[in-house]
């Protein structure tokens, strides 16, 4: 049996000092796959459907996707954090969420994920607020 859309993909993992033989079938119809270009204020998530790992790749670079990743949704704008804007962030593997606060281009962590990016209300000197 022959198969015209058989590919051979010799790939060398440093971590665990392995030498791995993958087959890899490419889609018959498309048989090509397009690498994402990122800016600097850009991102995106990477997922390994082999393994489930998922990583966040940040611009300013051209991402391309080994025979078993896909992109978890198209790219992301990273949040510019300042003295007027925050970002509520929620860890998806133990389910906290913290409030970042420090002035920064934000870009989450591949465990992370930007539940809301808040807007501070400032308050006149003659204005209070009542938090219940």
Same mark, same amino acid.
């Not at 990122?38 to 300013?60: A, C, I, M, P, S």
């Given at each position: 049996?022959?198969?015209?859309?058989?590919?051979?993909?010799?790939?060398?993992?440093?971590?665990?000092?392995?030498?791995?033989?993958?087959?890899?079938?490419?889609?018959?119809?498309?048989? =090509?796959?397009? *690498?994402?270009?990122?800016?600097?204020?850009?991102? #995106?998530? @990477?997922?390994? !459907? &082999? +393994? $489930?790992?998922?990583?966040?790749?940040?611009?300013?670079?051209?991402?391309?996707?080994?025979?078993?990743?896909?992109?978890?949704?198209? =790219?992301?704008? *990273?949040?510019?954090?300042?003295?007027?804007?925050? #970002?509520? @962030?929620?860890? !998806? &593997? +133990? $389910?906290?969420?913290?409030?970042?606060?420090?002035?920064?281009?934000?870009?989450?962590?591949?465990?992370?994920?930007?539940?809301?990016?808040?807007?501070?209300?400032?308050?006149?000197?003659?204005?209070?607020?009542?938090?219940?």
């Amino acid at each position: 049996m022959i198969f015209s859309n058989l590919f051979l993909l010799l790939r060398y993992d440093l971590s665990p000092q392995t030498l791995e033989l993958v087959l890899v079938f490419l889609d018959g119809v498309s048989g =090509k796959r397009k *690498a994402m270009d990122l800016q600097v204020f850009e991102y #995106v998530k @990477v997922q390994d !459907k &082999r +393994t $489930g790992k998922v990583r966040t790749e940040r611009g300013e670079k051209l991402v391309f996707l080994g025979p078993f990743e896909e992109y978890l949704g198209s =790219k992301q704008t *990273a949040v510019e954090v300042d003295e007027e804007t925050s #970002v509520l @962030v929620r860890n !998806k &593997r +133990t $389910g906290q969420q913290h409030l970042v606060t420090e002035k920064m281009l934000f870009i989450p962590t591949n465990d992370e994920e930007v539940m809301e990016v808040r807007q501070l209300t400032k308050l006149a000197d003659y204005e209070a607020c009542i938090v219940r």
